[in-house]
């Protein structure tokens, strides 16, 4: 298991209430690709979403992205953290 | 007081210690801003860091990092989190 950074640009004027809605998209199905979603943060002006989780693999993160309906292709693997 | 996460993309190959000294660099003088570096990500291979503080400002947390020796342009304020 490996953590993970990835980040969506996509996402300008996103709410408090639809951060959470598909943050609970993402840990509905997490464990069918042995993921988990740990934390997000969001700037709604700008559209940005950084989120940290930890799974086997980009691959396995940015599956569960995308079957929850928010995919993005910009993630790395975070291995050192203060 | 905001949060904002901050990324730099020049640390290609940084070690843990050498996050835990950047770390300790920003903490030890953060105070004259008003900021607090809370959690940083890295991944040594692609030279990416990410940092989570919180602050009055964006330059606020800029000048903390260029005071500390690694200065970055790329900050977002990030108000909304799960």
């Known amino acids: 298991m490996a953590k993970f950074m990835d980040v969506h640009h996509d996402m300008v004027g996103i709410t408090a209430e639809q951060m959470q809605e598909a943050h609970q998209a993402d840990l509905a199905i997490e464990r069918d690709e042995g993921v988990h979603f740990e934390r997000a943060w969001a700037d709604p002006e700008s559209g940005t979403v950084y989120c940290l989780s930890e799974g086997p693999s980009k691959e396995a993160v940015l599956r ?8 993005t292709d910009e993630i790395h693997p975070v291995p050192l953290s203060v």
């Open 64 to 71: 569960v992205h995308e079957r929850a309906g928010h995919p």
